[in-house]
Nanobody, 124 residues
Framework: QVQVVESGGGLVQAGGSLRLSCAAS????????MGWFRQAPGKEREFVAA????????NYADSVKGRFTISRDKGKNTVYLQMNSLKPEDTAIYYCASSATGAASHFSRQYDYWGQGTQVTVSS
């Protein structure tokens, strides 16, 4: 059984930074693309960032380009989301997902395993 677990969320002031981690068991993450999505209160879940199976390709939402960086550590079977220059509008539950393919897709339907989410709150 595959389990995806996020960690690293919390409360931070605007302009601050956080690093989210995503670990998986039951699946070797290095074989699949990984993605981060988020859902703010009253809004639909949206794509944030994705990284291909080998890390050679990354994809970001326009709203986070230049501020967020996705990376992966194959040895630790872990994916990270470094979030800098955080804004109040980044406040959301952040979900990590493992793709059924190797491509860094922004389509949520490409992802077959999801974590429970970690809360990120950015105060103004």
């Amino acid at each position: 059984q595959v389990q995806v677990v996020e960690s690293g969320g919390g409360l931070v002031q605007a302009g601050g930074s956080l690093r989210l981690s995503c670990a998986a068991s039951g699946r070797t993450l290095s074989t699949y693309a990984m993605g981060w999505f988020r859902q703010a209160p009253g809004k639909e879940r949206e794509f944030v960032a994705a990284i291909s199976w080998n890390g050679d390709s990354v994809n970001y939402a326009d709203s986070v380009k230049g501020r967020f960086t996705i990376s992966r550590d194959k040895g630790k079977n872990t994916v990270y989301l470094q979030m800098n220059s955080l804004k109040p509008e980044d406040t959301a539950i952040y979900y990590c997902a493992s793709s059924a393919t190797g491509a860094a897709s922004h389509f949520s339907r490409q992802y077959d395993y999801w974590g429970q989410g970690t809360q990120v709150t950015v105060s103004s």
